[in-house]
């Protein structure tokens, strides 16, 4: 246990008379310090530790810890089976299901198109989310157009 130190002014006079002793500064009272320092250090990170440990078992899986922080990718492709200037993906988005379920709906999807064929694919739009998914969809005039999707967050 920490025992707290008082210290005190050295006070002297015109004359030099001491008026008041000041605490010295010497290892005693510097060593007592470091302790204490130490000592809530490391009640500190004890604390910590053990506040995370009861958060990891009480409120998440490791499943929902990955799909929170790591998240999860998919890769889906979607057809455009209407002539331009139509587009049939708009009226009729695909559904993607994701692998674990969310607690909520607070979780991003990063949509980053890795191939295109016959055209441009203009936007991507995220739909419809859910707790178990959503849907995708682009506005482009492409005759098909791969996603790579990510999604993260959700969890908490």
């Known amino acids: 246990m920490y025992k707290r130190s008082y210290w005190k002014d050295h006070v002297v006079d ?11 500064q010497d290892q005693a009272h510097f060593n ?34 990955f ?21 049939s993906t708009v009226s009729a988005p695909t559904s993607v299901a994701l692998t674990t379920n969310r607690k909520n709906l607070y979780y991003s999807v990063e949509a980053n198109i890795t191939g295109v064929t016959g055209g441009l694919a203009g936007n991507i739009h995220i739909t419809d989310k859910a707790l178990n ?9 492409a ?14």
């Open 67 to 87: 799909s929170e922080i790591l998240g999860e990718t998919h890769e889906v492709t979607l057809k455009n089976s209407k002539a331009y200037p139509f587009n």
């Open 14 to 24: 015109q004359h030099g008379t001491v008026i008041q002793q000041g605490t010295l």
């Open 143 to 156: 005759k098909s157009v791969t996603v790579e999707l990510k999604i993260k967050g959700g969890m908490a």
């Open 133 to 141: 998914g959503f849907k995708v969809s682009f506005d482009g005039t």
């Open 32 to 65: 007592n310090m470091e302790e204490g320092i130490l000592d809530d250090d490391i009640a500190i990170r004890v604390l910590i530790d053990g506040y995370l440990q009861l958060r990891r078992s009480t409120e998440h899986n490791e499943a929902a810890i």
